[in-house]
């Protein structure tokens, strides 16, 4: 789990927020269908409050206006590899000062702790909805996830704690230490959870259609190489397995959040953690996927609300937006044919309540 992305978007929005609340020009709640307006209404206002700091970088290309983003938004295209390989050196370099850090719940991966509160929950309730069995406290009990990019673990061991079997990968071998010296205090975690230093192309070969799950969470929106990241996905997975992808759109929102209050402006990351065009449209990432043998089943925008230091689902994908996707079945097969009832699914979701709750849960 690289993680930068999307934490630094909500570390941004966070003080954003907090600066456009004093000039009376707080965004509407979640769910609100201004959202969008909103946001760039109060946003308007803290470039002009900030546009003496750009004109003291000489040097700087950045816009002023959101009229001159935009117009340079729709200039710009994503960078094309010719590796062959999802794993960029450049994104490496950026987080291995950061790879002791992934338990520290109040420093820059605050967000991504928080936003278990959602995604777990996503990830288990949408696998029960497909499965007629399950097991009471360790609803996953049998399922086979890997957790590509996994940093330090923050995903892989909540799902572990679900019954899961996990394996995480991440090419940072620091972010690796860190995963397994924190799994080591929990004997469970220890037993559940494999970690290792690898790509998604190493272990290929050796995993071929092995996966019935495969968690993708802030990873998509730093590869090299996300077409091969998307095929390697569908060559470990197993037919009708289940691809869960969280990243940030490719918007003038996110360049403005993620970007420019946030590197530009405010300095809360170092300027270049994030590329802009590096952000994945929701229309393309479904693009890939289906040109990939999958089948897109759900894309949910979500929403970090930065008084509370909480997440929640939203029908806007501007910024943050999941994605669930399913591989086709081999060949001659089709999908499921007992397709459970929505009684069916809100059963199991309560009876699996226990192994969902915020304790369970948390990081």
């Not at 934490?7 to 000039?23: Q, V």
């Not at 037993?191 to 998509?220: G, H, N, P, W």
């Not at 095929?231 to 996110?254: A, D």
Request: hydrophobic fraction near 40%; charge should be negative.
């Amino acid at each position: 789990m690289w993680g930068g992305g999307g934490a630094g978007a909500a570390r941004a929005l966070t003080l954003a927020l907090r600066r456009g609340r004093a000039a009376g020009a707080l965004p509407g709640a979640a769910g609100d269908g201004h959202a969008d307006l909103s946001f760039q209404t109060g946003l308007r206002g803290i470039l002009q409050d900030y546009n003496w700091k750009i004109q003291l970088k000489s040097s700087s290309t950045l816009p002023v206006s959101l009229t001159e983003m935009k117009s340079s938004m729709l200039t710009a295209k994503r960078p094309l590899s010719t590796s062959h390989s999802s794993v960029d050196s450049k994104e490496i370099k950026k987080f291995q000062l950061l790879a002791h850090k992934w338990w520290d719940e109040e420093g820059e991966y605050s967000a991504l702790h928080s936003m278990n509160d959602i995604r777990v929950p996503f990830i288990r309730d949408t696998l029960l909805s497909m499965s007629c069995n399950y097991h009471l406290g360790n609803p996953l009990s049998g399922v086979k996830i890997l957790d590509v990019g996994c940093g330090g673990g923050l995903l892989s061991e909540p799902l572990a704690r679900l019954g899961a079997s996990v394996t995480g990968i991440d090419p940072l071998e620091d972010n690796i230490r860190t995963a397994d010296r924190h799994k080591s205090f929990d004997p469970v975690l220890a037993k559940r959870i494999q970690y290792k230093s690898s790509s998604l192309e190493e272990i290929v070969e050796e995993s071929m259609e092995t996966f019935d799950v495969i968690v993708a969470s802030e990873v998509v929106e730093h590869v090299a190489d996300l077409e091969t990241f998307i095929k390697c996905c569908s060559q470990v997975l197993k037919p009708e397995g289940s691809l869960f992808i969280t990243t940030i759109n490719k918007t003038q929102l996110s360049y403005v959040l993620g970007i420019v209050v946030a590197e530009k402006i405010m300095g809360i990351v170092p300027e270049g953690t994030h590329e802009w065009e590096k952000f994945v449209p929701p229309e393309e990432l479904e693009h890939l996927l289906e040109s990939n043998g999958f089948s897109v089943k759900t894309v949910n925008g979500m929403l970090y609300n930065p008084l509370w230091g909480s997440w929640s689902w939203m029908e806007s994908t501007s910024l943050n937006y999941a994605v669930h996707a399913v591989k086709s079945g081999a060949q001659g097969q089709s999908g499921p044919t007992d397709a459970p009832s929505e009684m069916d699914i809100q059963q199991r979701s309560a009876t699996a309540g226990t192994a969902g709750t915020a304790s369970d849960i948390s990081v």
